[in-house]
């Protein structure tokens, strides 16, 4: 099976634009997680979706968004970047058995905002 | 809520030595615990789980121990090699019963390099 894949995998952006993000989960997956990852503050939760409805959202902005669509790919938006939000986001595509959730992570988009 | 919190880095270590990693953990109940691999310019592997107490996770000569009465997963390995040099990142998935789905709550990351 192909693995999770997100587009761009390198982004530069100027402060106050916007910026949207893509993955594409394991074929069979229905849920999809965003994590953004930096120096900073680490790996934290953005949102999950499961079939094209958000299910749980961390503690971001409401400048930080999502959706999910009938094939599982999802996108997450981010608008009127800040410096801040320089980082590498992370997608991850889960399944459920009967051990819990099994994810995989992509490779990750690195956005550097100038 | 959920947190875990990972022995401070770096770790350096040279060839064949032994690597323990500490993971610490507070949540309700019993979450499920893992343990990613993080290589340079790459996302996240899963190196191993553990889902319930006592159950122990290895994989590619790592190990860890689910030990509910001190709520910890250290990271173990009786031999690295210098292709071990990554960071590696502790964490945990709340029940499933809760609202958390299969939202991950991470360590803060131990970079580990391991010198010929």
């Known amino acids: 099976k192909a693995g999770v894949t997100q587009t761009p995998r390198y982004l530069i952006k100027t402060r106050g634009q916007q910026v949207t993000l893509s993955c594409s989960p394991i074929s069979g997956h229905r849920s999809v997680s965003w994590y953004q990852q930096t120096p900073g503050q680490g790996l934290q939760f953005l949102f999950e979706?499961?079939?094209?409805?958000?299910?749980n959202k961390g503690n971001f902005p409401g400048r930080f968004s999502g959706r999910q669509f009938s094939n599982s790919r999802s996108e997450m938006n981010v608008s009127t970047l800040e410096l801040g939000d320089s980082a590498l986001y992370l997608c991850a595509s889960s399944f459920l058995w009967t051990g819990g959730y099994e994810q995989y992570f992509g490779p990750g988009t690195r956005l550097t905002v100038t | 809520g959920n947190s875990v919190t990972q022995m401070e880095g770096p770790v350096t270590l040279s060839e064949e030595a032994f690597l323990t990693i500490n993971c610490t953990y507070t949540?309700?109940?019993?979450?499920?615990l893992f343990w990613y691999v993080q290589y340079p310019g790459e996302g996240l592997q899963l190196l191993l789980k553990?889902?319930?107490?006592?159950d122990k996770g290895s994989n590619k000569g790592f190990e860890a121990t689910y030990r509910k009465e001190t709520t910890s997963f250290h990271l173990e390995k009786g031999s690295v090699q210098v292709s071990d040099s990554a960071v590696y990142f502790c964490?945990?998935?709340?029940?499933?019963?809760?609202?958390?789905?299969?939202?991950?709550?991470f360590g803060e990351g131990t970079q580990l390099t391991v010198n010929p």
């Open positions: 949540a309700t109940g019993y979450p499920s």
């Open positions: 553990a889902t319930k107490a006592d």
């Open positions: 964490a945990l998935r709340g029940l499933v019963e809760e609202t958390s789905g299969s939202r991950l709550t």
């Open positions: 979706y499961f079939s094209e409805t958000q299910r």
